[in-house]
């Protein structure tokens, strides 16, 4: 692995690994399956953002581990979403992504770009998995539904585009980070423990800012070797 990430990069991982630890042992100190969720999952995304199969692999187990801590705080929407959803997704996401090797690399996924049609057909089927799950979620009792329900559509949306291979997963991504960091939010209210989710989450949402501008600079330079190669 020794050249495979940037300085950047592993400047990156480095800091949000630090980051978890430091907010563990500060505010929870007992919940070791919320720490490991949480390292596995930054070490996930840093593998994502380089278009690597292995970020999908780590994404699967993470998504097990978030499900569990989920139903811990009675977030059924969280729990539904990633054991139901984002994890299952995800294995259809890694053999997608060891389907489509750049140049037969399978470090680096070839970067695929949404058609308009394709991309209204998602937001159709957004609204409806969204408005489903909006009633499945209210006849549970879920904590803090509209959140909880906004996080849905945000996690479909993401996986959708990363079993897609489109640089627009980061977005989606990104933007169920900032719902979740609502969500736990309204969690440290009640457990002061919880603070370590939402740092969790904030360290998230830098990551997949940069996992977008790393996939953009992956799509122009595979766009720009095709053209290269046509003529």
């Keep these: 692995m020794f050249g495979y990430f940037t300085k950047g990069e592993t400047a990156l991982w480095s800091m949000s690994m630090v980051l978890i630890l430091v907010s563990f042992f500060i505010f929870d100190r007992e919940s070791y399956m919320t720490l490991s969720a949480s390292l596995i999952g930054v070490t996930s995304l840093i593998f994502n953002a380089k278009g690597n199969p292995f970020g999908?692999?780590?994404?699967?187990?993470?998504?097990?581990?978030?499900?569990?801590?989920?139903?811990?705080?009675?977030?059924?929407?969280?729990?539904?979403?990633?054991?139901?959803?984002?994890?299952?997704?995800?294995?259809?996401?890694?053999?997608?992504w060891l389907r489509n090797p750049y140049n037969g690399n399978r470090a680096e996924v070839r970067v695929n770009r949404l058609s308009v049609r394709e991309i209204i057909f998602m937001l159709a089927l957004t609204a409806v998995i969204t408005v489903i799950f909006y009633y499945i979620l209210a006849a549970f009792d879920t904590a803090n539904l509209i959140p909880s329900t906004i996080s849905v559509a945000t996690s479909f949306l993401a996986v959708y585009l990363t079993f897609r291979r489109s640089a627009l997963y980061a977005i989606g991504y990104a933007a169920n980070d900032i719902v979740l960091i609502i969500l736990?939010?309204?969690?440290?209210?009640?457990?002061?423990?919880?603070?370590?989710?939402?740092?969790?989450?904030?360290?998230?949402?830098?990551?997949?800012?940069y996992g977008f501008i790393n996939w953009s600079r992956m799509q122009k330079r595979q766009e720009a070797d095709l053209r290269s190669f046509a003529k």
Aim: glycine residues 6%.
């Design 56 to 96: 999908q692999f780590l994404m699967i187990i993470f998504s097990v581990l978030y499900g569990i801590i989920s139903f811990s705080f009675a977030y059924y929407g969280e729990m539904m979403t990633y054991l139901g959803m984002t994890g299952p997704m995800a294995v259809f996401a890694l053999i997608s």
């Design 184 to 209: 736990w939010i309204l969690a440290t209210m009640s457990d002061i423990s919880y603070v370590s989710v939402v740092i969790c989450f904030a360290v998230f949402l830098v990551n997949d800012v």
